[in-house]
T-cell receptor
Framework: SQTIHQWPATLVQPVGSPLSLECTVE??????LYWYRQAAGRGLQLLFY??????ISSEVPQNLSASRPQDRQFILSSKKLLLSDSGFYLC???????????FGNGTRLTVT | DQQVKQNSPSLSVQEGRISILNCDYT??????FLWYKKYPAEGPTFLIS?????DKNEDGRFTVFLNKSAKHLSLHIVPSQPGDSAVYFC???????????FGTGTRLKVLA
């Protein structure tokens, strides 16, 4: 069966520091991968998605970037965090078009 | 522009009664709709979906209704149980696209 791993579960970082959040999926190949952010009052905001290695689509221009160095690995990064980057970050995957998204347990990021 | 809207931020229901959660969308290209349940500090869990070729889909206590002309869908939970207390998100996607657009969520509280 397929599983998704996302870490760390919580993270406190100072303003201006770099960020790297990692997500891996097991038990499938060539999944579509997604990064969402949950912010208060805005639901789940799509940040990035990827349909293959090295292929990244950005939905919201901001201080973040994503990379997919391997088939089942998706990384969310920032060179310099802002206070507004605080939030709950969720990685998700799906196998095929028309499937539901399946989410990891998320990372609570607090920028101080 | 919020393409998927959940206008009720919260809902309280007595145990054993029906819970009805509503969702409206504006993009007529959406043809696949999903409901997710989310507990605090966890990722959303997929509940049930419906394609635009149907107007109803049922899975145990959960039924989703789709009214395409009104661009409205609803999730019915019968009977409601205290363990159903969570935030519920609706999401929508258009055929051939990779994006899933989420609403802002409705917090359901089932009272024992």
């Amino acid at each position: 069966s397929q599983t998704i791993h996302q870490w760390p579960a919580t993270l406190v970082q100072p303003v201006g520091s770099p960020l790297s959040l990692e997500c891996t999926v097991e038990g499938t190949s060539n999944p579509n991968l997604y990064w969402y952010r949950q912010a208060a009052g805005r639901g789940l905001q799509l940040l990035f998605y990827s349909v293959g290695i090295g292929q990244i689509s950005s939905e919201v221009p901001q201080n973040l970037s994503a990379s997919r160095p391997q088939d089942r690995q998706f990384i969310l990064s920032s060179k310099k965090l802002l206070l507004s980057d605080s939030g709950f970050y969720l990685c998700a995957w799906r196998e095929n078009l028309g499937d539901a998204l399946h989410f990891g347990n998320g990372t609570r990021l607090t920028v101080t | 522009d919020q393409q998927v809207k959940q206008n009720s931020p919260s809902l309280s229901v007595q145990e054993g009664r029906i819970s009805i959660l509503n969702c409206d969308y504006t993009n007529s290209m959406f043809d696949y709709f999903l409901w997710y349940k989310k507990y605090p500090a966890e990722g959303p869990t997929f509940l049930i979906s419906i394609s635009s070729i149907k107007d109803k889909n049922e899975d145990g206590r959960f039924t989703v209704f789709l009214n395409k002309s009104a661009k409205h869908l609803s999730l019915h939970i019968v009977p409601s149980q205290p363990g159903d207390s969570a935030v519920y998100f609706c999401a929508a996607s258009a055929q051939g696209t990779y994006k899933y657009i989420f609403g802002t969520g409705t917090r359901l509280k089932v009272l024992a």
